[in-house]
C-alpha cells in the first residue's frame, strides 16, 4: 500500500476543513476542530494512537479488522436497575466534595500504548482513593512497555493484562523510577533486583464479573463504588477531531465506502480510555473519559461520550482493579495511634451505633496488639497506644476483603453493632465507635470503632484491635445522628435519641389490654385471629420492649432483600411445597418452645434454638441438648444482657469463640446477673458452632428462596423481625401487620415497636389450603400459651415485618 496515499487519506479526514464542517453540520451535540499537532504525524503514529499497530500486508489484503467484534452488553437485573437508580445523577471523581481523586492527563505520543495509560490511570486514581489522597503515585508506562510478557510493547495490548494481571504478579514502579519515552526498549536483566519500589494489585475483573457482563448500570456502579474504570472503544475519524461536547459517532459526515483503498483501520479499533464519572447534560446521558492523548486534545484532554447506548462499544468492556496499600510509615501510624487514644473507653457490647453499609466500605488501617493472648481478654478495656502491628485493610462492595498482602477475603457489616472481617485465616471483629451526649443522644461515628477481637479460624492466637478508615466515604457523612420526637418518655431536650426508658412511662404504667383495639384487629381481616393475654397486663411498657427485642437490639432501616438469580429460583423450585422440621416423616428436630420472661433475651433463645435444631438433625435425634441463654446473658461481650443482642454474634462469633454451656449448667432466671459469676470456672461442657454467615453470604444478601434452601437443606434459621403492637395480641393463622395503633398503651406520636428488631426461628414453610397464602412457621420465645402453642405463621415472600432482609444460620460441631 503506498503509505504517502494514505497520509494523505488521513490528513483528509482529520484536517480537511470540508470534512469538519460536514462533522459540524451533522449534529449538533459536540465540536470538531483540527489539531496542528497532528499534522506531522503519519498514518502509522496516528492508527497507533487509536489502539491498533501497524497493520501487515496480508491483513491489508484481507481487509483485517483489529477487534473484530464487541459483546452486546446484557440486560440488567431488576435488583441492579434499582441500585443504580438510586446512585446521583451526575458524579465525577475530579470533584468530589472539592476534591480531585483522579491523577494528571497525560501524552502517549506515537507509541501504542493506550492500553498501559488507562491501566495506571485506573490504579493511580484508586491509589489516591483508597489513602484519601495522602499518597499519589504516578506509576510508569514505560516499565510496562519494556518488560511486561503479557502486551505488545508500542504495537498495543489490553488494561486486564496490565493493571491486572502484569499488576498482581510483577508491580508497577513510579515514574521517576523509569521515565516515559514513547519507545520500546529491552527489559534490563536487573529489573528483579531494582532499587525501585514496586505497587501491587489485586481482585481485578471484567465489570461484571466475566468478559461479555459489563453494561452501563454496572459500569456506573463499580465508577462509584470502586473508582475508575478502564473501557475499550471503536476509534473513527470523526473522533480524532473532538473538541468538546458529548461526542456520538457520525456516520454520515464522509462515505467511507469511496476510499480507493478498500479498507479502513480507523472502524474497528481499539482504543483505551478510563471512565472517571457520568452526568447528564439537557436530557442527554453522558460518560466522562479521561484520554490519554495530552491536554491540548478535547476538553483538557478529556472527551464526553454518550452513554446508555454502547456507543462506540464503551459499555461492552468495563476493566477494573484494585491496589494493595502497603502499610503506613510509622510516622502515620504515630499520628492514627494519637487519634484512637483520643475516643477509646471501655464500653463492653452496649452499642447504639448505626452505620450503613457504605459508611463502613473503604479502606482501614487495622492496629493490632501481640497476639497470644487469652480470649476472656476485655479487649474493651485495653489501651490502642500499645497495638503496634498495622495492616491496612480494604472492605469493598458487596463483601470482599483485601490485606495488605493482596489476600482476599470477607467481610459483613453487623447491623447496629460493627463488622467483621476474616481473610488469611484470621477474623476481626469490633463495634462502631459512637459517642452519648447528656445520657440519651447519640452520634454514630463510623470511621472509628472501639477496641475489638482478632483470633485465628480456630479461635486461637488472639489480640485485641483497632480500626481507624482511612477513605472516608464519598458518599456519606461519617457521623450520623437519629433524632426522635418529643415524648413522654423523653427529656427536656427533644433531640435526644436514645429514650430514657427509666422514665415513669416506662418503668412504672402497667401494660392494659385494649379490648377495642383487639376487635378492631379482627374486623379489618380474615387472615389471623387477636387475642387478649392477661399475663401481659401486670408488664410495664419497658417489659414489654424487652420482650419485643429489647431497647439495644433497635434497627432503622433494614436491606430489602436481593434479587433471586436464575440459578436460585431454579434451585428453590425444586423444593417441597410444605416443610415442616417438627413433622419430618414423622420425626420431630425441633426443641421445645421456651419463654424468655421479661429480659430483651429473644437473640439469646432464638440462638439456641437454631443451634438444638441443628445439633438434633446431625446426629438424628440421638443428642438433644438444651443451650443455656443464661450464660449468654451473663457473660457474652458481642450483647447487651436483657436490653438485646443479635444472632450473628450469639448463634455465631460467641458460639464459635466461647461455647455454649448446657442449661442445666446455667438455669435461666430471666434477668442479668452478677458478672463476675462469669470468672467462675463451673467445669461445664462447651458446645461450639462454626461456618455462620448471614443467607446469602453477607448482611443484605437474602432473599425468600434462598432462606428456603437454607432452611431444608441445613436446619431451622434465625430472623429477625419488626415487631408492631398489633403483633402482641397474635392468637392464630397468616400473620400480616394491619398498620392499626395500640394508642391507648402507645402514643400515636412515637412507636417503639416500629424499630424493634425481635429475634425469632423459622422452622417450616407452606402454602394455606383456603388462600393459596404463603407462610412461614415460626418459633416464638414467648410460650407455649402465646400464639399456636408458641409457634406463629406470617406471610411469606412479600418481606412481612421485614422476615426476609437478614437470616442467619451457623453450623453446630458436634461433641459427644
Known amino acids: 500500500m503506498d503509505t504517502t496515499a494514505m497520509d494523505k487519506l488521513k490528513r483528509q479526514f482529520i484536517n480537511n476543513k470540508d470534512y469538519i464542517d460536514a462533522v459540524n453540520r451533522a449534529q449538533s451535540k459536540w465540536v470538531a476542530t483540527a489539531y496542528k499537532e497532528w499534522e506531522t504525524e503519519s498514518f502509522e503514529d496516528m492508527i497507533r494512537k487509536a489502539g491498533a499497530r501497524k497493520a501487515s500486508k496480508q491483513e491489508q489484503k484481507f481487509n483485517f479488522q483489529y477487534f473484530c467484534s464487541w459483546p452486546k452488553p446484557p440486560p440488567s437485573s431488576a435488583e441492579t436497575k434499582r441500585i443504580a437508580a438510586a446512585l446521583p445523577e451526575h458524579f465525577d471523581w475530579r470533584n468530589v466534595s472539592g476534591v480531585n481523586y483522579v491523577s494528571d492527563v497525560r501524552d502517549q505520543h506515537r507509541c501504542g500504548s493506550c492500553y498501559i495509560f488507562a491501566s495506571v490511570a485506573v490504579l493511580e486514581s484508586r491509589y489516591r482513593i483508597l489513602t484519601q489522597n495522602e499518597e499519589k503515585p504516578t506509576f510508569s508506562p514505560q516499565d510496562v512497555l519494556n518488560c511486561s510478557p503479557y502486551a505488545q510493547g508500542c504495537d498495543g495490548g489490553f488494561p486486564f493484562l496490565i493493571a491486572g494481571k502484569h499488576a498482581e504478579d510483577f508491580g508497577m514502579v513510579t515514574e521517576s523510577c523509569e521515565p516515559y519515552t514513547a519507545h520500546q526498549f529491552p527489559c534490563r536483566n536487573n529489573r528483579d533486583v531494582t532499587p525501585c519500589e514496586r505497587y501491587y494489585a489485586t481482585n481485578y475483573q471484567y465489570v461484571g464479573g466475566y468478559y461479555g457482563a459489563s453494561n452501563e448500570d454496572l459500569i456506573k456502579l463499580a465508577v462509584y463504588h470502586n473508582g475508575p474504570v478502564a473501557v475499550g472503544i471503536q476509534v473513527y475519524p470523526d473522533f480524532y477531531a473532538y473538541r468538546s461536547g458529548i461526542y456520538h459517532h457520525v456516520k454520515d459526515a464522509m462515505n467511507f465506502n469511496t476510499s480507493p483503498y478498500g479498507w479502513n483501520p480507523f472502524v474497528a479499533v481499539d482504543?483505551?480510555?478510563?471512565?472517571v464519572g457520568y452526568g447528564v447534560e439537557r436530557g442527554t446521558k453522558y460518560w466522562i473519559v479521561k484520554n490519554s492523548w495530552g491536554k491540548y486534545w478535547g476538553e483538557n484532554g478529556y472527551v464526553k461520550i454518550l452513554r446508555g447506548t454502547n456507543e462506540c462499544g464503551i459499555e461492552s468492556l468495563a476493566f477494573e482493579s484494585t491496589p494493595i496499600i502497603p502499610k503506613m510509615d510509622q510516622e502515620v501510624v504515630h499520628i492514627l495511634l494519637l487519634l484512637l487514644l483520643f475516643y477509646c473507653s471501655s464500653t463492653g457490647a452496649d452499642t447504639p451505633s448505626n452505620c450503613s453499609f457504605d459508611e463502613v466500605a473503604g479502606t482501614w488501617k487495622f492496629f493490632e496488639s501481640n497476639r497470644g493472648l487469652s480470649k476472656h481478654t476485655n479487649c474493651s478495656s485495653t489501651n490502642p497506644d500499645?497495638?503496634?502491628h498495622v495492616q491496612v485493610m480494604q472492605l469493598l462492595f458487596p463483601n470482599v476483603a483485601i490485606d495488605s498482602y493482596g489476600n482476599t477475603g470477607v467481610w459483613t457489616l453487623i447491623v447496629n453493632q460493627g463488622f467483621e472481617v476474616n481473610v488469611n485465616n484470621r477474623k476481626y471483629f469490633a463495634f462502631t465507635e459512637w459517642t452519648e451526649r447528656s445520657g440519651h443522644h447519640a452520634i454514630s461515628i463510623?470511621?472509628?470503632t472501639r477496641p475489638g477481637w482478632a483470633h485465628d479460624k480456630y479461635s486461637r492466637d488472639w489480640s485485641c484491635f483497632a480500626g481507624q478508615k482511612i477513605q472516608r466515604s464519598h458518599k456519606l457523612r461519617s457521623k450520623r445522628q437519629y433524632k426522635q420526637p418529643v415524648t413522654e418518655a423523653t427529656t427536656a431536650e427533644s433531640s435526644?435519641?436514645?429514650?430514657?426508658?427509666?422514665?415513669?412511662?416506662?418503668a412504672e404504667y402497667r401494660y392494659i389490654n385494649d379490648l377495642r383495639f383487639i376487635e378492631k384487629i379482627n374486623e379489618v381481616q380474615s387472615n389471623w385471629k387477636a387475642t387478649a393475654y392477661p399475663q401481659f397486663e401486670h408488664l410495664s411498657r419497658l417489659e414489654i420492649v424487652r420482650k419485643m427485642g429489647g431497647p439495644k437490639s433497635r434497627i432503622y432501616s433494614r436491606p430489602k432483600p436481593a434479587t433471586v438469580s436464575e440459578r436460585v429460583k431454579s434451585l428453590a423450585s425444586e423444593l417441597p411445597e410444605n416443610f415442616d422440621w417438627r413433622n419430618v416423616s414423622g420425626i420431630n428436630y425441633v426443641s421445645p418452645v421456651r419463654s424468655q420472661g421479661q429480659c430483651g433475651s429473644c437473640y439469646a433463645f432464638a440462638s439456641a434454638a437454631m443451634l438444638e435444631s441443628r445439633y438434633r438433625i446431625?446426629?438424628?435425634?440421638t443428642y438433644q441438648p438444651v443451650f443455656s441463654?443464661?450464660?449468654?446473658?451473663?457473660?457474652?461481650?458481642?450483647?447487651?444482657?436483657c436490653d438485646g443482642g443479635f444472632p450473628y454474634l450469639i448463634g455465631g462469633k460467641y458460639a464459635e469463640d466461647y461455647g455454649w454451656?448446657?442449661?442445666?449448667?446455667?438455669?435461666y432466671k430471666g434477668k442479668k446477673q452478677d458478672e463476675q459469676l462469669c470468672d467462675v470456672d463451673r467445669h461445664c461442657k462447651r458446645f461450639y458452632a462454626t461456618d455462620y454467615a448471614y443467607v446469602g453470604g453477607f448482611y443484605g444478601g437474602c432473599n425468600e428462596p434462598l432462606m428456603r434452601l437454607a432452611l431444608v437443606e441445613n436446619g431451622p434459621i434465625v430472623v429477625g423481625m419488626n415487631v408492631f403492637d398489633d403483633f402482641l395480641h397474635y392468637k392464630g393463622g397468616i400473620y400480616h401487620h394491619t398498620k392499626l395503633k395500640d394508642t391507648m398503651n402507645w402514643p400515636r406520636k412515637?412507636?417503639?415497636?416500629?424499630?424493634?428488631?425481635?429475634?425469632?426461628?423459622?422452622v417450616g414453610y407452606g402454602v394455606d389450603d383456603q388462600t393459596d397464602m404463603d407462610y412461614w412457621i415460626v418459633k416464638n420465645s414467648w410460650g407455649t400459651h402465646w400464639g399456636e402453642d408458641g409457634y406463629f405463621r406470617i406471610r411469606r415472600g412479600v418481606d412481612e415485618c421485614g422476615i426476609e432482609s437478614s437470616a442467619f444460620e451457623a453450623t453446630p460441631i458436634p461433641t459427644f
Open 271 to 275: 482504543h483505551a480510555v478510563t471512565v
Open 386 to 388: 500499645q497495638f503496634r
Open 446 to 448: 463510623c470511621d472509628k
Open 496 to 506: 435526644f435519641n436514645r429514650v430514657n426508658y427509666q422514665h415513669p412511662f416506662y
Open 618 to 621: 446431625l446426629t438424628e435425634n
Open 629 to 641: 441463654p443464661q450464660d449468654i446473658v451473663d457473660c457474652s461481650p458481642y450483647s447487651q444482657g
Open 661 to 667: 454451656v448446657l442449661e442445666e449448667c446455667s438455669p
Open 750 to 762: 412515637w412507636n417503639p415497636y416500629e424499630i424493634t428488631n425481635h429475634a425469632v426461628v423459622i
